[in-house]
């Protein structure tokens, strides 16, 4: 137990509470609701496992959760007017200035009710990144004496300047929750030298940032309670219900999705994965896993029931995926999951079948060999990824293909030779996405060795964003490759 536990409170939804107040380019079009309903109302998972650690260990906090607190009732989030074209902009009420009032009214509130001592904050999301570490700025001004703890993805890739922002007074880097814990039990004791605590950015007494050790990963993810044990207090129930009512296709929807494992082996060079893990891997256990999903389909039970696994290599570790496969069957959702094409063997895919598997996600990147190869070192080819197609489709699977559009070396040519592809080879679920790029990424240092500052800026996805669209040399500009991925979408499906 903590000595004395200061009062923390976790932000949660900072990332929707951004989209309302930037109000990106584009997706507040009317073609983008979808994406823009999953983004505004799906929690952040990271910030979910601090909690739920530092619940089981007597650490009190209370979570606010800047959008599903006040956002509880479909009629936000629905347009008010019908047969607008898909680049119109949305006239959803979530949208609008009322809104954004009620948002940013409960925000002060309820800090101003909590008076916490220490607020925990994550930022993982790049899309408005900027824009979270202003509000940060922000919730200093109202608490100057309260402790602000950043986290998550993005904080770990940039410690220095969120430090250098001035509002935050640690970053918790790397996985979390051992350093979270360790850092509230320091305050709690009163303490003023962090040095010994792995994993942790902080200010000593003359001002100096000091990057601390890198914390070793835990090697027993099963030590971390799962997500859905502090469902209640990120109001997991709304948002279930909410996005199964607006979204009932969807997938990854809280409540009905969850990650078995940390990490992937891979290097992906559009991928930030190999920085944040190091290519190292490790898994939950099979009974885990039912875990969650014993509690998932007692507590979730609005619309279709679907679980959806997000992990990017569900099928690597072939012992464990028999174990999990035969636990997961006992359980009678329908499930999707994403994994590499070459993990696809007839065993897994028998497997799959058998366990009530309904649809399987790869991320195929691009059908060019040469591409694959040496741009994005996917370790795949285009006829793995076509073979793996057809098989799913043997064995009663529906087979789920990304695809990114603007890769370094890669002709409109060859992106229409995948969409004839794709089409004869009838597959219609398959989306384009342009190639943005964030520091970590080996395409990154591409992307600063092929630009001038002046022409990167002009790619920053908008203002507030730390994610930069890699226009290549076939696309005069950002705008030009985002209109041309619609196109490679709509034609896919025409």
């Not at 619609?486 to 896919?492: P, R």
Request: net charge negative; aromatic share 10%; glycine share 8%.
């Amino acid at each position: 137990m903590v000595e004395r536990s200061p009062k923390a409170a976790i932000i949660s939804d900072a990332w929707g509470f951004g989209l309302m107040e930037t109000k990106p380019w584009p997706l507040w079009q009317v073609r983008y609701w979808a994406i823009r309903n999953k983004a505004l109302l799906v929690p952040e998972y990271g910030a979910m496992y601090i909690a739920a650690f530092l619940k089981r260990h007597g650490v009190e906090l209370e979570v606010l959760n800047l959008m599903a607190d006040v956002f509880s009732e479909e009629a936000w989030f629905r347009e008010v007017e019908e047969g607008l074209p898909d680049d119109a902009i949305s006239t959803a009420p979530v949208g609008g200035e009322d809104a954004l009032a009620r948002m940013r009214d409960n925000m002060e509130a309820s800090l101003e009710r909590i008076q916490p001592e220490v607020v925990l904050f994550p930022i993982s999301i790049y899309y408005v990144a900027l824009h979270a570490r202003e509000l940060l700025g922000r919730i200093k001004e109202r608490l100057p004496g309260a402790k602000l703890v950043a986290g998550g993805v993005y904080s770990t890739m940039h410690p220095q300047e969120i430090m250098d922002d001035g509002a935050a007074d640690f970053v918790v880097r790397g996985e979390g929750e051992w350093t979270a814990l360790e850092l509230m039990r320091a305050l709690g004791r009163g303490e003023g030298d962090f040095s010994s605590i792995a994993g942790l950015t902080w200010r000593d007494g003359g001002g100096r940032v000091v990057h601390n050790r890198e914390r070793e990963r835990e090697r027993d993810l099963d030590v971390f309670p799962h997500i859905y044990t502090v469902s209640e207090e990120f109001a997991i129930d709304t948002r279930h219900r909410l996005l199964k009512a607006l979204n009932p296709l969807d997938d990854y929807i809280p409540g009905t999705g969850f990650l078995t494992s940390r990490g992937c082996p891979e290097e992906c060079t559009f991928c930030l994965d190999p920085a944040v893990w190091k290519r190292k891997t490790r898994f939950h256990s099979p009974a885990y896993v039912r875990e969650v999903l014993d509690y998932c389909w007692e507590g979730f039970q609005e619309g279709e029931r679907s679980f959806y696994f997000g992990d990017a290599t569900f099928a690597l570790n072939r012992p464990r995926l028999r174990a999990l496969l035969e636990t997961v069957r006992e359980v009678p959702f329908t499930y999707h999951i994403q994994t590499r094409a070459d993990s696809l063997t007839p065993e897994v895919l028998a497997g799959l079948r058998d366990s009530n598997f309904g649809t399987v996600a790869m991320g195929a990147e691009s059908l060019d060999n040469r591409i694959l190869n040496e741009v994005v070192k996917k370790r795949t080819t285009r006829e793995e990824i076509l073979d793996a197609v057809r098989a799913a489709r043997s064995y009663g699977l529906t087979p789920i293909l990304t695809f990114i559009a603007g890769l370094p070396g890669e002709s409109r040519a060859s992106l229409e030779r995948t969409v004839e592809t794709l089409r004869a080879e009838g597959v219609r679920e398959a989306t384009f996405f342009p190639l943005v790029v964030f520091r970590g990424t080996e395409l990154y240092q591409t992307f600063l060795r092929t630009y001038s500052q002046e022409r990167r800026e002009s790619m920053r996805l908008n203002r507030w964003s730390e994610e930069f669209c890699f226009a290549s040399e076939e696309f005069a500009s950002m705008q030009e490759l985002i209109a041309y991925t619609e196109y490679l979408n709509d034609a896919i499906r025409a």
